[in-house]
């Protein structure tokens, strides 16, 4: 599977931003349906943090606390994309957003080390 982010820019605080991380690949479809798809995100000089998780088949979400009331996590089935509605954005969400997935049926984990395909980041800069 490969992904391939995209959307991010520069907005004020208060501001809103969509990401979207369309999936690709053979066969993605049957495989897509037991997929974990998630978002991530990395300031500068600090590890990579979990933002939220959607599950492809069933449409479950977790959402870290940070973002929770703010941030929409999403799918569209048909055109293999996976979205991120990033609204009332604050200075402190400022970093590079990246997208993740696993084949798994397990739901739940928001550690970075656990996806095995990532996307390129995509800058989100939120001025204050």
């Known amino acids: 599977v490969q992904l391939q982010a995209s959307g991010g820019g520069v907005v004020q605080a208060g501001g809103s931003l969509r990401l979207s991380c369309a999936a690709s690949?053979?066969?993605?479809?049957?495989?897509?349906?037991?997929?974990?798809m998630g978002w991530f995100r990395q300031a500068p000089g600090k590890a990579r943090e979990f933002v939220a998780v959607i599950q492809w088949s069933g449409g479950s979400t977790i959402y870290a606390d940070s973002v929770k009331g703010r941030f929409t996590i999403s799918k569209d089935y048909a055109k293999n994309t996976m979205y991120l509605q990033m609204n009332n954005l604050e200075h402190e969400d400022t970093a590079a957003y990246y997208c993740?997935?696993?084949?798994?049926?397990?739901?739940?984990?928001?550690?970075?080390?656990?996806?095995?395909?990532w996307g390129q980041g995509t800058q989100v800069t939120v001025s204050s």
């Open positions: 993740a997935a696993k084949d798994t049926l397990v739901f739940g984990v928001t550690s970075p080390s656990w996806y095995n395909y």
């Open positions: 690949g053979p066969t993605l479809k049957p495989m897509l349906s037991r997929y974990v």
